[in-house]
Each structure stands twice: as C-alpha cells, then as structure tokens.
C-alpha cells in the first residue's frame, strides 16, 4: 500500500538577543499563534537561502544564518488540500541559529503572519504559541557554541 501525503521542506531561524526572541505572529486557516520567523521553501531554493528570505519577509530583519540547531517533523492529519485531495500532511522543518546583521522590524503584508515582536524568553510559557518554538528553544539550549553534541 502506498501512503498518499504532502510533504513541505521548510527553514525557520531562532533568533535571540538580550534574553528576548524574535517571533512572528501566525494567523492562517482559523488557526493562530506565535512561531518563528520562518516558512516553505520556494522549488529549488537552498534552505539557507529560504531562511534569510522567510526572516526578512515576516520581520523586515536581514539575517546571517549562523548554524543548523536541528530538523524537526510535523504531522497534521488528513484534511482537504487546495488540489481537492484528501491527505496527511507533513513539514521538514530545519531549524537555524541566526543573527540580525541589518535592516529593522516591520510587519509582513499579505502573508502568513501578522507582525513580529521581539519577546523576552521569561514570558514564551504564557504566549499562545505553535510547538516548534518549544522545539527550537530546546535545540538552541542543547546545541553547545562549538556545534558539537557530546
């Protein structure tokens, strides 16, 4: 039996500075909450590539991308696809460390998200927010400086 599924690649960026996160709000479909700055990849597009162009698009941030944290895999069950299919659904999502280098926070027009805010990690516990923060936050603090796990 073959599994019918979509599956989308995809490239967020945890970005902390002075015990704050950069978030991106999330409002698609009836759902909503705080997520990282993030998203699908384009065909072809290097995840690298994607990443910067995801964090710039929802935060008006130009980001360096400093080094892979982890891959994380999300799974929604079946439901109606914009081709009229019905499937499960799954995202790779990589998950970078990175840096702002320029540019300054705005809000995304005719996307997925609604604004970015920088947020102090005290308060991620109380937000409404998608698990891959959750995810990322551990993977940050688990990923010593020199990239090595021991």
């Known amino acids: 039996m073959t599994l019918q599924f979509d599956t989308r690649p995809a490239a ?7 015990d704050k996160i950069l978030l991106a709000y999330w409002k698609q ?8 700055p993030g998203g699908g990849l384009d065909l072809a597009e290097h ?14 941030y130009e980001a360096r991308i400093d080094r892979m944290l982890g891959i994380d895999v999300g799974h929604w069950p079946a439901d109606v696809r914009p081709d009229g299919s019905v499937k ?5 999502r990589l998950v970078y ?3 702002v280098v320029g540019g300054e926070l705005t809000h995304e027009v005719d996307g997925s998200t609604t604004h970015a805010a920088w947020i102090p990690l005290k308060d991620i516990g109380k ?8 995810t990322a936050l551990r993977l940050h603090r688990e990923r010593p400086a020199d990239g090595k796990l021991s």
């Open 29 to 36: 479909d009836g759902k909503e909450g705080w997520t990282l």
């Open 88 to 92: 499960d659904f799954q995202a790779i």
């Open 97 to 99: 460390e990175a840096t």
């Open 47 to 60: 995840p690298v590539d994607g990443c910067r162009r995801e964090v710039f698009e929802e935060t008006g």
């Open 12 to 18: 967020y960026a945890v970005i902390v500075q002075e």
């Open 127 to 134: 937000l409404n927010r998608v698990s891959l923060v959750d």
